[in-house]
């Protein structure tokens, strides 16, 4: 088995979905366990990957290889490193949480939790693959697989405008991914000999002109996932009509596969164009951080607040990104995995909430501190590590990437604070709206957190203390292969 | 190669061509019409095993006929796409009553003409099979006699197929006027020394009217939606499928033995033609409410994709038509066999009735969501890689234009294609549960599912057989 680790990883999920498939609909509660244990299990693999895993070491590991398509050299390669590895980790606890999350949540009735387990099942079977292709063929599949699971869980377990929201977010990648699957076979027929094996492809040299047009071809399929200004009206609407779980993984996992396909695929394969393209993008960061932020700032809506914090907080990832160097990267990778637990945190507290009081709206709540002082507490502390509290992780991330980028433009690290200001300025507001103040006497009749609501929040709490405590616990599995990018994608 | 010596080749299309004439008298005896349908079924999977692959070109018939490998892929497409439509043909309820008989030996006659049109290789032969094929076209369209729409669509079908024909014929006027002679080789070899170019592409545009109109290309389309509409559903099915494969096959071959040395002429032709058959198609299949004219618009756009393959004409491009053709058949008559059933159950063909079908019917709702995520060509399914490879091949060609028109057209056809899947899932059901398929209906539908999925995840095994 620990040869096949990670093809163990993938495929367990689309067991358990085909397990899920062949239970009658109305054992409910059978359902929702084998769920929840293949989740479990692929927890337990991961952390079973992780004993095996070697963060001293740069390349690639637990490499998996086989044939898959002779016709045109595509393989089932599959292989990890400290760019990927966090990622997996990080899609691994988030999908448990999740699934945990959706046994009470109030619209998987209507005895659709087949379907709706099954297809959840095969999400995670694809956002994992995403993850650890090595193969760009392999990788545009499984990028795709992703797709049409969350078209149906967006669409039929969603809010009021549940089917706009599934199409528009359905359309949007995919018109992008299209033309990432251009730049696809762009890359391959100009690589010498024809592949599409990433440990091949990276070292190969590109002209700058073919560079350029197919960074953009990738850069549109990745941008449009983070999503980039002006690429991101998807994410409100996707966002705040999903199910709690739902936005949870949305935030927390599908997000980055974005920044990671700049990571893993755009900036090895085509360096000058990414140091063509660094203005442009300093500056689509600092665009996405600031208008990001400002429009948090005037939400009425709890979770599209929180929906649009997602597209400041990613334009930190952003920020390290463009900063090309040490500190930016490293800060870029911990802020993709911080704000996949302090995010998928919030939008799980905004799930507790709404399935309470069944409305979002910010300025309608007042003094639930009184009432629920468990769930005030836990809302602080998420709010808090959001707005980048020191000994959070959220301050680490944030930190390290405006320490890269103040090495590359003043200016941008300058405009980039407002973003934290904003996120203090948001977060604190709602959290005055929501748990200070008059309890407004609607709301007198609503419980407390409960324990099964708390045992989807601890393992996030306990990733963002430790991590915000002691940053190298993390730090240490990315700093090598980071280091080995930078020092390769130097011109 | 002379007629006795050929026949030994011909096996299969004999028995065709016997079993046809088997089934028109079995028809007088029989009174239970289903059984001539079985026995139709049983002469095209006896043809099926009896089709040889030739380990060389063999030009049957004096060269009338060249039966290479690519002629011997469009036998297997050929039976199989007339076997699967006579299996649903025998869960079509309107077909139920008096002239069935006829309708089954009218297919295999259909499957003996298409395996001619394939290996045609001498410009009379091409027309005389290409008439063949559009005759029991027209026939098979206008087969429900007492149904008004029917009977429409046989006649538009007719004119408009005569008109296609004649201007082709034409062509091949020009052609045999200029050469001498009517076999392909003959006339590619005498165009090539003498200054013939504007002859050539006269006799292009002429061949693409003809052929356009059979693979419903634009500008040559507008037949195809009514014809579709009117015709008996596993009519359409097939129509939507086999004739525009052959009608490939003719280009493909005609292009390579003739035209060979004009492409600088026909290649600026297709890319246009491509583009504007993808946008119509797509554009206009996003406002239908009929099921039938939806499939109808959304092949249209299906045909525009395979001429991108057909544009480029590298090896690669065409390798992309026959991966193509092969993933688009068995996709498309899976939609249409879901399309027969439901049309069965609720008698109407509008999209009204696929609201809530995964409530009444979670299968056949399940299978037209992956066929038309296949026709969308989202991997892993059969259409991703007839997708792929056609902008693998125009990619390669430097067709950047093309490909980007063709990503973007990608984009609407998944819109209109949700636009059903919306419907079966996210819609409330509007009455009860269906009663389960019939057996032929079931066994066509799995066969059809398990090679979209099969296709698509293990596409290796099927190009290694179909590329040879």
């Excluded at chain 1, 367990?12 to 085909?18: E, F, I, S």
């Excluded at chain 2, 028109?24 to 001539?36: E, G, I, N």
Aim: hydrophobic share 55%; net charge positive.
């Amino acid at each position: 088995m620990t040869a096949h680790i990670l093809s163990w990883i993938i495929f367990t999920p689309l067991m358990g979905a085909g397990i899920v498939l062949f239970v009658p609909k109305s054992a409910t509660d059978w359902i929702k366990w084998i769920a929840l244990t293949t989740t479990g299990i692929v927890t337990a693999l991961t952390c079973y990957a992780l004993t095996i895993f070697q963060p001293a070491q740069a390349g690639f590991q637990m490499v998996e290889r086989a044939s898959w398509i002779p016709q045109f050299g595509v393989q089932y390669l599959l292989g990890t490193d400290g760019i990927s590895f966090p990622m997996v980790f990080l899609t691994a606890i988030i999908s448990m949480i999740a699934c945990l999350a959706s046994f009470p949540h109030v619209r998987v009735k209507e005895g659709r939790e087949k379907e709706y387990y099954f297809l959840y099942l095969l999400l995670e079977t694809g956002m994992l693959g995403t993850f650890l292709a090595l193969d760009l063929f392999l990788f545009y599949v499984l990028w795709e697989v992703v797709l049409v699971p969350m078209y149906f869980l967006i669409g039929i377990w969603g809010g009021p405008r549940r089917e706009y929201a599934a199409i528009k977010f359905f359309l949007y990648t995919l018109a992008g991914s299209l033309f990432m699957l251009l730049g696809i076979l762009g890359v391959y027929f100009a690589a010498a000999p024809h592949t599409f094996d990433m440990t091949q492809l990276v070292g190969m040299p590109r002209g700058l002109l073919f560079q350029q047009v197919v960074f953009m071809a990738f850069f549109l399929g990745f941008a449009i996932k983070v999503p980039i200004f002006p690429f991101h009206t998807w994410l409100p609407d996707a966002h705040v009509e999903a199910p709690t779980p739902i936005s949870v993984i949305l935030a927390g996992v599908l997000l980055k596969m974005g920044t990671y396909g700049f990571f893993r695929f755009s900036y090895p394969l085509f360096p000058q164009a990414a140091h063509w393209f660094q203005p442009a993008m300093a500056v689509l960061a600092v665009v996405g951080i600031v208008y990001g932020g400002f429009v948090a700032l005037a939400q009425t809506d709890f979770k599209k607040m929180v929906a649009y914090s997602s597209v400041s907080h990613m334009g930190f990832v952003l920020l390290g990104l463009a900063a090309l160097n040490a500190n930016g990267f490293r800060g870029a990778m911990l802020q993709m995995f911080t704000h996949g637990t302090i995010t998928g945190g919030l939008f799980l507290l905004v799930g507790v909430l709404y399935d309470r009081a069944h409305s979002r709206d910010l300025n309608d709540f007042g003094g639930l501190g009184v009432k629920m002082p468990a769930y005030a507490g836990f809302l602080t502390f998420f709010a808090l590590a959001s707005l980048g509290l020191p000994g959070l992780s959220g301050f680490v991330s944030e930190f390290l990437a405006l320490l890269g980028s103040y090495q590359y433009s003043k200016v941008v690290t300058g405009l980039s604070t407002i973003g934290i200001i904003l996120a203090a300025a948001y977060l604190l507001y709602m959290i005055q709206r929501v748990l200070l103040g008059k309890l407004n006497l609607k709301w007198a009749g609503l419980t407390d957190i409960k324990i099964q609501e708390v045992l989807t929040l601890l393992p996030l709490m306990v990733l963002i203390l430790g991590i915000g405590i002691y940053p190298r616990v993390i730090l240490d599995y990315m700093i090598p292969t980071l280091d080995g990018l930078l020092k390769a994608i130097k011109v | 190669m002379n007629a006795i010596e050929s026949l030994k080749y011909f096996v299969p299309e004999l028995i065709l061509l016997g079993g046809a004439f088997v089934a028109l008298t079995l028809d007088f005896f029989l009174r239970q019409k289903k059984l001539v349908g079985e026995f139709a079924l049983l002469v095209i999977v006896l043809a099926l095993c009896l089709a040889k692959a030739p380990t060389q070109p063999l030009p049957l018939f004096f060269g009338m006929f060249e039966l290479d490998a690519f002629a011997h892929f469009f036998r297997y497409l050929a039976l199989g796409a007339v076997g699967i439509t006579i299996l649903i043909s025998l869960g079509y309820s309107p077909l139920q009553k008096r002239y069935t008989g006829e309708f089954y030996s009218l297919f295999l006659f259909m499957a003996f003409a298409l395996i001619t049109v394939a290996a045609a290789n001498n410009l009379l032969m091409i027309f005389l099979s290409i008439e063949f094929v559009s005759l029991l076209s027209y026939l098979l369209v206008g087969f429900l006699k007492e149904d008004p729409k029917s009977k429409e669509a046989a006649i538009k079908y007719l004119l408009f197929g005569s008109v296609c024909s004649g201007i082709m014929l034409y062509g091949m006027s020009l052609l045999y006027g200029a050469t001498g002679s009517l076999e392909l080789p003959v006339i590619g070899n005498a165009l090539l020394g003498a200054p013939f170019k504007p002859l050539a592409t006269a006799a292009i545009l002429f061949f693409f009217t003809g052929l356009g109109f059979k693979i419903s290309m634009a500008p040559f389309h507008m037949w195809a939606p009514d014809v579709y509409e009117g015709a008996p559903t596993p009519v359409t099915a097939f129509l939507t499928v086999a004739p525009k494969a052959l009608g490939f096959a003719v280009l493909t071959r005609v292009l390579d033995m003739i035209f060979w040395n004009f492409q600088s002429v026909w290649t600026p032709v297709l890319v246009i033609l491509s583009i504007l058959t993808m946008t119509i198609g797509n554009i206009t299949a996003v406002s239908q409410s009929n099921i039938k004219r939806f499939l109808a618009y959304s092949s249209i756009a299906q045909a525009g994709y395979i001429l991108m393959g057909l544009a480029a004409f590298s090896h690669l491009g065409r390798d992309a038509v026959l991966i193509y053709l092969f993933a688009y058949l068995m996709t498309n008559l899976g939609a249409f066999t879901v399309v027969l059933f439901v049309a069965g159950e609720t008698q109407s063909d509008s999209l009204d009735a696929y609201a809530g079908l995964s409530k009444r019917s979670p299968m056949a709702a399940a299978m037209l969501t992956i066929f038309l995520l296949s026709l969308a060509g989202l991997p892993p399914l059969a259409g991703f890689i007839g997708k792929y490879y056609v902008f693998a091949a125009a990619i390669q060609g430097k067709f950047i234009m093309l490909t980007i028109f063709a990503a973007i057209n990608s984009v609407i056809a998944a819109y209109y294609y949700f636009r059903i899947i919306r419907l079966m899932y996210l819609t409330p059901a509007t009455g009860p549960a269906f009663a389960a398929p019939s057996k032929a209906l079931t066994v066509a539908l799995w066969t059809l599912f398990l090679s979209v999925l099969a296709l698509g995840i293990f596409p290796s095994f099927f190009i290694t057989r179909i590329l040879g």
